[in-house]
């Protein structure tokens, strides 16, 4: 057969984009889920700390209640906390 012969398909040649495009997707949700849990954890030793503390990083003891309550398990909890203590904690030289 010569390559003349074949014909070309569109629905063979977007199937592998449709592909790309869930697991693109996919990789980003687990990404976001995998960052929402270590925020979880970070936040739950943030909760550990004593009014002092929490004043010196910007937060109050209800503020960190707050986020760990309102937020289910696989979301990050560090999106309700208030954007100031959020924007000191990025790292710039």
């Not at 960052?35 to 910007?58: C, P």
């Not at 109050?60 to 100031?84: C, I, M, Q, S, Y």
């Amino acid at each position: 057969m010569r390559t003349t012969d074949r014909t070309f398909t569109p629905a063979l040649a977007t199937a592998g984009k449709a592909e790309t495009r869930f697991f693109a997707s996919a990789v980003f949700w687990v990404k976001s889920v995998l960052n929402g849990l270590r925020n979880r954890q970070a936040l739950s030793a943030i909760a550990e700390l004593d009014e002092v503390h929490l004043r010196d990083i910007g937060l109050n003891r209800r503020d960190v209640d707050h986020a760990l309550e309102t937020t289910g398990l696989l979301k990050d909890p560090f999106t309700l906390l208030p954007p100031a203590p959020r924007q000191r904690s990025t790292f710039s030289p």
